[in-house]
């Protein structure tokens, strides 16, 4: 119930802000970018050097403008296909990373791997284009989604198994 009330505020702030932003506009902008705004913006810069680095030779290389669901969801199989093991020995080898990316800002999930069985410069690889073609498929389709902020998750090592623990004061917000 606390989590419930917690997330209403912060959207009706957040929807608050919002109003404020669009009535103001002629007012003088911050010189610093908002961290949520910086993956779309990140995304968009991206986009424009594959642009003017793309040739007809190469048409291996994606074009971000062309990203589809269907992309996003391929890349989300093979990050799970190779994250599927979790076996582990010791805490140490549980790893957590950042995926995908939310229309407002922050990551859309955390994948739970042990670095036993997958190679974590693969999983971060991965991860990192799946949170480029989602910021950039939010960006051109204009997506909305829910404002939660996901914290980083803590990991350990039960039973031989890297698992995610919940209810702990790092899971959400």
């Known amino acids: 119930m606390f989590k419930l009330s917690q997330a209403l505020i912060l ?4 929807a608050s802000c919002n ?11 911050p010189e610093s970018v908002n961290s949520k705004a910086q993956p779309v913006a990140a995304a968009a810069s991206i986009n424009e050097q594959h642009k003017a680095n793309a040739s007809p030779a190469k048409p291996s290389q994606p074009i971000l403008d062309e990203v589809s669901l269907q992309d996003i969801e391929q890349l989300h199989n093979q990050l799970k296909t190779l ?3 979790v076996s582990c020995d010791t805490t140490m080898q549980c790893q957590v990373e950042a995926v995908g990316s939310r229309a407002c800002g922050g990551p859309s ?6 670095n036993k069985s ?4 693969t999983i971060k690889q991965i991860a990192s284009k799946i ?19 996901l914290t980083k998750p803590s990991t350990q ?5 890297c698992v995610k623990l919940t209810n702990t004061s790092q899971e959400t917000f």
């Open 11 to 14: 959207t009706l702030c957040l």
């Open 19 to 29: 109003q404020v932003n669009s009535q103001s506009k002629d007012q003088t902008q």
């Open 83 to 85: 994250t599927q093991d």
């Open 109 to 114: 999930s955390y994948i739970v791997y042990s």
């Open 118 to 121: 997958a190679n974590p410069d």
């Open 131 to 149: 949170t480029l073609f989602e910021s950039t498929y939010n960006a051109k389709n204009k997506m909305m989604s829910i404002c939660q902020h």
């Open 157 to 161: 090592c039960v039973e031989n198994k």
